[in-house]
Protein backbone atom coordinates (compact mmCIF):
# COMPACT_ATOMS: atom_id res chain seq x y z
CA UNK A 1 0.00 0.00 0.00
CA UNK A 2 2.92 2.13 1.04
CA UNK A 3 4.59 4.57 3.07
CA UNK A 4 3.90 8.29 3.52
CA UNK A 5 6.60 10.18 1.64
CA UNK A 6 6.70 13.34 3.92
CA UNK A 7 5.63 13.05 7.67
CA UNK A 8 1.56 13.26 8.58
CA UNK A 9 -0.45 12.80 12.24
CA UNK A 10 -3.41 10.71 11.80
CA UNK A 11 -5.24 10.29 14.61
CA UNK A 12 -7.21 6.97 14.87
CA UNK A 13 -10.26 7.92 17.58
CA UNK A 14 -13.21 5.88 18.84
CA UNK A 15 -15.12 4.39 21.69
CA UNK A 16 -13.37 1.34 23.71
CA UNK A 17 -13.72 -2.03 22.18
CA UNK A 18 -14.17 -0.43 18.42
CA UNK A 19 -11.10 -1.95 17.04
CA UNK A 20 -9.13 1.71 17.01
CA UNK A 21 -5.90 0.36 18.72
CA UNK A 22 -5.57 -2.53 16.67
CA UNK A 23 -6.01 -0.80 13.75
CA UNK A 24 -4.42 2.18 14.74
CA UNK A 25 -1.04 -0.47 15.32
CA UNK A 26 -1.62 -1.96 12.22
CA UNK A 27 -1.89 1.25 9.95
CA UNK A 28 1.35 3.01 11.77
CA UNK A 29 3.05 -0.51 10.53
CA UNK A 30 1.41 0.12 7.29
CA UNK A 31 2.41 3.57 6.28
CA UNK A 32 5.96 3.77 8.13
CA UNK A 33 4.87 5.74 10.86
CA UNK A 34 5.34 5.54 15.04
CA UNK A 35 2.58 4.79 17.10
CA UNK A 36 0.99 6.56 20.35
CA UNK A 37 -1.51 5.18 22.25
CA UNK A 38 -3.43 6.60 25.22
CA UNK A 39 -3.67 3.27 26.89
CA UNK A 40 0.13 2.24 26.66
CA UNK A 41 0.93 5.91 27.92
CA UNK A 42 -1.50 5.79 30.66
CA UNK A 43 -0.09 2.46 31.49
CA UNK A 44 3.47 3.73 31.91
CA UNK A 45 2.37 7.04 33.41
CA UNK A 46 1.46 4.81 36.71
CA UNK A 47 -2.28 5.86 35.70
CA UNK A 48 -4.05 2.81 35.58
CA UNK A 49 -7.53 2.65 37.06
CA UNK A 50 -7.51 6.80 36.91
CA UNK A 51 -10.28 7.85 34.71
CA UNK A 52 -11.36 11.69 36.28
CA UNK A 53 -10.56 14.18 33.65
CA UNK A 54 -8.04 15.68 34.78
CA UNK A 55 -6.04 12.41 34.79
CA UNK A 56 -7.05 12.14 30.99
CA UNK A 57 -6.14 15.21 29.91
CA UNK A 58 -2.63 14.51 31.58
CA UNK A 59 -2.44 11.47 29.36
CA UNK A 60 -3.07 13.40 26.13
CA UNK A 61 -0.91 16.19 27.37
CA UNK A 62 2.15 13.95 27.81
CA UNK A 63 0.60 12.66 24.06
CA UNK A 64 1.12 15.84 22.74
CA UNK A 65 4.14 16.53 24.28
CA UNK A 66 5.70 13.00 22.75
CA UNK A 67 4.25 14.32 19.26
CA UNK A 68 6.11 17.12 19.35
CA UNK A 69 9.34 15.40 19.90
CA UNK A 70 8.19 12.65 17.08
CA UNK A 71 7.48 15.69 15.02
CA UNK A 72 10.94 17.09 14.96
CA UNK A 73 12.63 13.78 13.66
CA UNK A 74 10.45 13.92 10.61
CA UNK A 75 8.31 10.67 11.32
CA UNK A 76 4.64 10.47 10.52
CA UNK A 77 2.73 9.58 13.70
CA UNK A 78 -0.60 7.45 14.29
CA UNK A 79 -2.18 8.57 17.61
CA UNK A 80 -4.76 6.37 19.15
CA UNK A 81 -7.36 7.17 21.61
CA UNK A 82 -11.23 8.08 22.00
CA UNK A 83 -10.31 11.60 21.55
CA UNK A 84 -14.07 12.38 22.50
CA UNK A 85 -13.58 15.36 23.77
CA UNK A 86 -13.19 18.32 21.42
CA UNK A 87 -10.75 20.40 23.51
CA UNK A 88 -8.27 17.30 23.08
CA UNK A 89 -8.74 16.96 19.24
CA UNK A 90 -8.12 20.69 19.36
CA UNK A 91 -4.90 20.23 21.17
CA UNK A 92 -3.59 17.82 18.15
CA UNK A 93 -5.09 19.99 15.04
CA UNK A 94 -3.45 23.29 16.79
CA UNK A 95 0.06 20.93 16.77
CA UNK A 96 -0.79 19.90 12.78
CA UNK A 97 -1.25 23.59 12.46
CA UNK A 98 1.84 24.88 13.69
CA UNK A 99 4.05 22.22 12.12
CA UNK A 100 4.81 20.83 8.88
CA UNK A 101 2.34 17.53 9.63
CA UNK A 102 -0.65 17.45 7.67
CA UNK A 103 -3.47 15.91 10.02
CA UNK A 104 -5.91 12.86 9.00
CA UNK A 105 -8.46 11.27 11.30
CA UNK A 106 -9.68 8.51 10.99
CA UNK A 107 -13.27 7.38 13.32
CA UNK A 108 -13.19 3.58 14.09
CA UNK A 109 -16.55 2.48 14.99
CA UNK A 110 -18.28 -1.03 15.53
CA UNK A 111 -21.24 -2.54 16.39
CA UNK A 112 -22.35 -2.63 19.59
CA UNK A 113 -22.70 -6.51 20.15
CA UNK A 114 -19.31 -6.91 19.05
CA UNK A 115 -17.88 -4.22 21.36
CA UNK A 116 -19.59 -5.99 24.30
CA UNK A 117 -17.91 -9.03 23.45
CA UNK A 118 -14.80 -7.38 23.05
CA UNK A 119 -14.97 -5.58 26.36
CA UNK A 120 -15.94 -8.76 27.71
CA UNK A 121 -12.46 -10.12 27.41
CA UNK A 122 -9.37 -8.78 29.66
CA UNK A 123 -7.08 -6.57 27.20
CA UNK A 124 -3.34 -5.89 27.60
CA UNK A 125 -3.27 -2.01 27.94
CA UNK A 126 -6.76 -1.15 28.81
CA UNK A 127 -9.23 -1.80 31.64
CA UNK A 128 -12.51 0.22 29.35
CA UNK A 129 -15.61 -2.40 29.97
CA UNK A 130 -19.12 -1.83 28.98
CA UNK A 131 -19.97 1.00 31.55
CA UNK A 132 -16.87 3.11 30.73
CA UNK A 133 -18.07 2.46 27.11
CA UNK A 134 -21.64 3.67 27.55
CA UNK A 135 -20.39 6.34 29.75
CA UNK A 136 -17.93 7.76 26.94
CA UNK A 137 -20.79 6.96 24.16
CA UNK A 138 -23.01 9.90 25.99
CA UNK A 139 -20.10 12.40 26.24
CA UNK A 140 -18.89 11.59 22.63
CA UNK A 141 -18.90 14.91 21.25
CA UNK A 142 -19.35 15.25 17.13
CA UNK A 143 -16.22 15.06 15.34
CA UNK A 144 -16.60 18.44 13.07
CA UNK A 145 -13.50 18.29 11.06
CA UNK A 146 -13.18 15.90 8.00
CA UNK A 147 -12.64 12.65 8.87
CA UNK A 148 -12.97 8.99 7.76
CA UNK A 149 -15.20 6.65 9.40
CA UNK A 150 -13.95 2.43 9.30
CA UNK A 151 -16.34 0.39 10.87
CA UNK A 152 -14.39 -2.98 12.44
CA UNK A 153 -15.28 -6.21 12.40
CA UNK A 154 -12.72 -9.38 13.34
CA UNK A 155 -12.23 -9.94 9.58
CA UNK A 156 -11.78 -6.81 7.83
CA UNK A 157 -8.26 -5.21 8.71
CA UNK A 158 -6.96 -5.15 5.33
CA UNK A 159 -10.24 -3.99 3.76
CA UNK A 160 -9.99 -0.86 6.15
CA UNK A 161 -6.51 -0.44 6.01
CA UNK A 162 -6.89 -0.09 2.38
CA UNK A 163 -9.73 1.98 2.53
CA UNK A 164 -7.45 4.30 5.29
CA UNK A 165 -4.44 4.64 2.77
CA UNK A 166 -6.74 5.56 0.18
CA UNK A 167 -8.57 8.54 2.38
CA UNK A 168 -5.61 10.04 2.97
CA UNK A 169 -3.92 9.73 -0.39
CA UNK A 170 -7.07 11.12 -1.51
CA UNK A 171 -6.61 14.33 0.73
CA UNK A 172 -2.74 15.21 1.34
CA UNK A 173 -2.34 15.87 -2.81
CA UNK A 174 -5.42 18.25 -2.06
CA UNK A 175 -3.84 19.91 0.53
CA UNK A 176 -0.60 20.07 -0.36
CA UNK A 177 1.69 18.66 -3.53
CA UNK A 178 3.06 15.69 -1.94
CA UNK A 179 1.56 12.30 -1.72
CA UNK A 180 1.93 8.83 -0.44
CA UNK A 181 4.17 6.38 -2.44
CA UNK A 182 2.84 3.02 -3.28
Known amino acids: MGKVSKSILVIVMGLPGSGKSFFAKNLAKEIGAEYLGSDELRKELGLMGNYQLGIKLSVYEEMFNRAKKIHKSRKSLVLDGTFYLQQ ?20 VT ?63 GKARSQGIDG
Request: charged share 35%; aromatic share 10%.
Open 88 to 107: VRDLFYFLSKTTSWQCYIIH
Open 110 to 172: APEELIAKRLSKPREDSEADLEVYQKIKSEFEPILEDHLIIESTDTNLDESLKKAVKFIRSRH
